[in-house]
């Protein structure tokens, strides 16, 4: 389930709604063949399933905010997916399982779990999107990521037409990647996370938040704190969506951090920052690499740039298409493997498009 813009909600279905741009945060994408908006999870099953018995291509958008969509669109049936609810099913001395419909706003469920006390995903405030595409994109930020807190995804297998109640193991979480990402059999209805029930932070893992914080590395804070210098890292960064600041029309970062071999990063004999992983690879930060390889803040392509706040995000200044967006993203993923030899890769789910 790829995830898409939940900014502009819609109340009933209907057959054309006109560009796909009205629900990404790139306000980028051509239109769709059809488009149907459910706010059920019996609704969302029932209309995929009608598709399948139909051969019509399904693509499922819920908060638009990990998606390029091609100036062609999509032409089969978009079911934008706008459930909602967030409930308690589990309770036990020091912790919560909290149950989150697809379509919730991740941010509202962020700041839900932020006032009643449940700890775990405060540091990831701020994201765009919705929670059912969180497992898709394992998503993660200032020293967290979801899989640490989910302990079920429940989810529609469209290929054996039937639900399922997927573990942590069988969501296959890696960097940025899952069972789910890529793959179109599933669609994911539910999310289970489990949090600690306390005021306190998880321990801070994130220099730039300690240091933004006061605090050392392993510290815990207020929860309310963490989200409040959360929201204010990524508000510097544009990355808090924003209707007037062209730096947030984004996917947020569109190029995931490369992992490399260490002996590959020994042969590299690069001065950068980098992060040794416990398997004896290396993360190197892309933007590092792709404002050395000559791209900085602010350059800019046709009627599109790098933002002017954050070296990875790829932001529409208005007036550009998917076309303009890909064709700057070649140029930079091409100017890094000319410079160091190392492959970019996109964060976003492309859809009928590529680079």
């Known amino acids: 389930m790829p995830d898409v813009s939940?900014?502009?909600q819609t109340d009933t279905p209907r057959a054309s709604d006109g560009p796909l741009a009205a629900y990404t945060t790139l306000r980028l994408g051509g239109p769709p063949g059809t488009l149907t908006v459910v706010s059920d999870p019996d609704e969302a099953v029932t209309t995929v399933r009608k598709a399948a018995a139909e051969s019509r291509p399904v693509l499922v958008l819920a908060g638009g905010s990990n998606v390029v969509i091609g100036d062609d669109g999509f032409p089969g049936?978009?079911?934008?997916?706008?459930?909602?609810?967030i409930r308690v099913v589990e309770k036990t001395g020091d912790s919560v399982v909290v149950r989150v419909a697809a379509g919730?706003?991740?941010?509202?469920?962020?700041?839900h779990a932020v006032t009643e006390g449940y700890s775990g995903i405060?540091?990831?405030?701020?994201?765009?999107?919705?929670?059912?595409?969180?497992?898709?994109?394992?998503?993660?930020?200032?020293?967290?990521?979801?899989?640490?807190?989910?302990?079920?995804v429940h989810a529609y297998d469209r290929e054996h037409d039937s639900l399922r109640v997927m573990s942590p193991l069988e969501c296959d979480f890696a960097y940025r990647k899952s069972v789910f990402k890529g793959n179109d059999r599933f669609?994911?209805?539910?999310?289970d996370f489990r949090l600690a029930l306390s005021g306190e932070s998880a321990p801070i893992r994130y220099?730039?938040?300690?240091r933004t914080l006061g605090v050392e590395p392993g510290d815990r804070v207020p929860l309310a704190r963490a989200r409040e210098a959360v929201l204010k890292l990524r508000a510097g960064k544009g990355m808090v969506l924003d209707p007037d600041d062209r730096d947030t029309w984004s996917v947020g970062s569109f190029f995931t951090n490369p992992v490399v071999s260490a002996e590959a990063w020994a042969a590299l004999e690069l001065d950068a920052?980098?992060?040794?992983?416990?398997?004896?690879?290396?993360?190197?930060?892309?933007?590092?690499?792709?404002?050395?390889?000559g791209f900085p803040k602010g350059f800019a392509g046709h009627r599109v740039a790098i933002s002017s706040k954050h070296t990875l995000a790829l932001t529409n200044r208005g007036d550009g298409t998917a076309a303009d967006l890909l064709d700057l993203a070649?140029?930079?993923?091409?100017?890094?493997?000319?410079?160091?030899?190392?492959?970019?890769?996109?964060?976003?789910?492309?859809?009928?498009c590529s680079i």
């Open 6 to 8: 939940a900014d502009q």
């Open 77 to 85: 049936l978009v079911l934008l997916l706008r459930t909602t609810g």
């Open 104 to 111: 919730e706003p991740w941010d509202d469920f962020v700041a």
């Open 122 to 152: 405060e540091c990831l405030s701020g994201i765009p999107g919705s929670a059912g595409a969180t497992p898709i994109q394992n998503v993660g930020a200032y020293g967290q990521e979801v899989s640490h807190t989910i302990v079920a």
């Open 187 to 191: 669609v994911v209805l539910e999310v």
């Open 207 to 210: 220099a730039e938040l300690a």
């Open 273 to 293: 920052p980098h992060w040794p992983g416990d398997d004896g690879t290396v993360k190197i930060p892309a933007a590092w690499l792709i404002e050395h390889a």
């Open 330 to 352: 070649r140029t930079i993923r091409d100017g890094v493997r000319d410079r160091f030899g190392i492959e970019l890769h996109p964060e976003p789910v492309l859809i009928n």
